[in-house]
């Protein structure tokens, strides 16, 4: 008889504890986490600002939100095209703090006349309204640009080039990086560049980046500051090697 009673006994303590976690998991967390994010701050954003990432997300008004965990709050930023990673984290004052890594773009390519995004991982994405992408080159005229679709990658040895050229800006002159206006590529043909507050353009061809960009930058002083052979010039040709020709554009061979 005992031993009955202890297994009754045993099932009943069983069955309040399982009846305990039930109400802890699915009435108790519930009520003590309503409400309790009231707002979210951004950090880490460069390219939109905070109140353009809440509205993508849909959590600019958390009052429409019974409830919205950490983990909720981070999938939907996630989801964001211009988001690589993101991190939350809960502040005293009912605040989460999301911490965003932004992916990084390239430049702005022309796909039919209109722009989009490339980054450096070769991703084609949209343009999005207020959008803060001042500096960054434009790559037109790219070989295949049918290709050109959002959310894929575009990559051929056309792309591939001018993100060589942009890499050589990068490392060898900041000025040249910033005037860097245009890469033309002239869909597989030679390479001309523009920059900004320079006349002529520069025949910069295919191949030897970093080299070219050497020369480039051994009279870019002289380019910047007006000298005097260079602002009556039609072009800078850099395409052959170890030489610098400044001329008259019809020599060339080349139209835009």
């Given at each position: 008889m005992q031993e009955k009673w202890s297994k009754v006994l045993g099932t009943f303590l069983f069955?309040?504890?399982?009846?305990?976690?039930?109400?802890?998991?699915?009435?108790?967390?519930?009520?003590?986490?309503?409400?309790?994010?009231?707002?979210?701050?951004?950090?880490?954003?460069?390219?939109?600002?905070?109140?353009?990432?809440?509205?993508?997300?849909?959590?600019?008004?958390l009052s429409n939100y019974d409830h919205i965990?950490?983990?909720?709050?981070k999938s939907k930023f996630e989801?964001?095209?211009?988001?690589?990673?993101?991190?939350?984290?809960?502040?005293?004052?009912?605040i989460a703090r999301?911490?965003?890594?932004?992916?990084?773009?390239?430049?702005?390519i022309l796909s039919d006349g209109e722009p989009e995004f490339i980054t450096d991982d070769f991703e084609i994405l949209p343009v999005l309204p207020n959008t803060k992408f001042m500096g960054l080159p434009v790559i037109s005229n790219p070989e295949y640009q049918k290709g050109?679709?959002?959310?894929?990658?575009?990559?051929?040895?056309?792309?591939?080039?001018?993100?060589?050229?942009?890499?050589?800006?990068?490392?060898?002159?900041?000025?040249?990086?910033?005037?860097?206006?245009?890469?033309?590529?002239?869909?597989?043909?030679?390479i001309i560049?523009?920059?900004?507050?320079?006349?002529?353009p520069v025949l910069f061809g295919r191949g030897e980046a970093a080299k070219k960009m050497v020369y480039l930058d051994i009279?870019?002083?002289?380019?910047?500051?007006?000298?005097?052979?260079?602002?009556?010039?039609d072009y800078i040709d850099l395409r052959f090697s170890d030489e610098i020709y400044i001329g008259a554009a019809e020599k060339t061979g080349l139209s835009e």
């Open positions: 069955l309040v504890l399982i009846s305990g976690l039930i109400y802890l998991v699915f009435f108790s967390s519930k009520n003590t986490n309503k409400g309790e994010i009231k707002m979210i701050e951004i950090t880490g954003n460069h390219l939109l600002s905070d109140g353009d990432y809440l509205s993508y997300t849909k959590l600019n008004d965990s950490l983990p909720v709050i989801e964001h095209p211009y988001i690589q990673k993101v991190d939350v984290e809960y502040l005293v004052g009912h999301v911490v965003i890594t932004e992916k990084k773009f390239e430049a702005v050109i679709k959002e959310y894929s990658e575009f990559k051929n040895d056309d792309i591939v080039q001018a993100f060589e050229i942009i890499d050589a800006a990068k490392l060898t002159n900041k000025s040249i990086y910033k005037n860097l206006s245009e890469i033309n590529l002239r869909s597989g043909g030679d560049l523009n920059f900004s507050g320079v006349k002529p009279m870019w002083k002289g380019i910047v500051e007006g000298n005097s052979l260079v602002e009556n010039s």
